[in-house]
C-alpha cells in the first residue's frame, strides 16, 4: 500500500522517531549524539520524510571543503520499496546540485538495493574501504557522483 508522504527540514524534535527508525535499519546505529551534531552544522543537508507528521524515513548529508557527503539514510522498514528514499535523494540534489558539484558516499558491499538506489542517481562505484563496518568488518563499496556541466546555448 502505497502511502503519501512529505519531505521536509529535519529538525532536532524528530530525533526521537528518527533514532527508533536508526536502530531498526542499522546493526551499529548512530547515537543521537551524532544526529545532533550533523544538525548543528549550518552546510549540512538533513530531511525527513513525514507521513501525517511521523516521521518514516531521513537523509543527512553534510558538506566537507567541495565535497558532499551522504552520510546516512534510512527508512521505516515497515515502509520500504515505496519510493522514499529515492525522493529524499532528489530533494538533496535540487537544494545541493550546482555543475560540478561532487557527492560520495559509503554502501555496505552487501546492500545490494541501496546500491542500485545510488547508481539509479548517478553514484558510480570507485573503492572499497576494507572492514569498514564494525559490527561484521564488511568493505564498504565508496560511490561518487558528479553532476555535470550544464550546456551552454
Not at 54 to 64: A, D, E, N, T
Not at 116 to 142: I, K, M, T, W
Request: charged share 25%; hydrophobic share 40%; proline share 5%.
Amino acid at each position: 500500500m502505497k502511502h503519501d508522504f512529505q519531505i521536509r527540514r529535519l529538525t532536532y524534535a524528530d530525533l526521537p522517531q528518527v533514532i527508533a527508525i536508526e536502530r531498526r535499519a542499522f546493526p551499529t546505529p548512530w547515537s543521537l549524539a551524532m544526529f545532533v551534531l550533523e544538525l548543528s552544522k549550518p552546510p549540512g543537508i538533513c530531511l525527513a520524510a513525514t507521513i501525517d507528521d511521523r516521521v518514516v524515513g531521513y537523509l543527512v548529508c553534510s558538506r566537507y571543503d567541495t565535497v558532499w557527503h551522504v552520510m546516512n539514510v534510512a527508512v521505516d522498514d515497515r515502509l520500504r520499496r515505496q519510493g522514499i528514499a529515492g525522493t529524499l535523494m532528489e530533494r538533496l540534489f535540487e537544494l545541493a546540485d550546482r555543475p560540478n558539484e561532487q557527492y560520495t558516499l559509503e554502501v555496505r558491499t552487501s546492500n545490494d538495493p541501496a546500491i542500485r538506489l545510488y547508481e539509479s542517481f548517478g553514484f558510480r562505484a570507485a573503492g572499497r574501504r576494507r572492514a569498514y563496518y564494525h559490527d561484521n568488518r564488511e568493505d564498504a563499496l565508496v560511490m561518487w557522483r558528479t553532476v555535470p556541466e550544464r550546456a551552454t546555448a
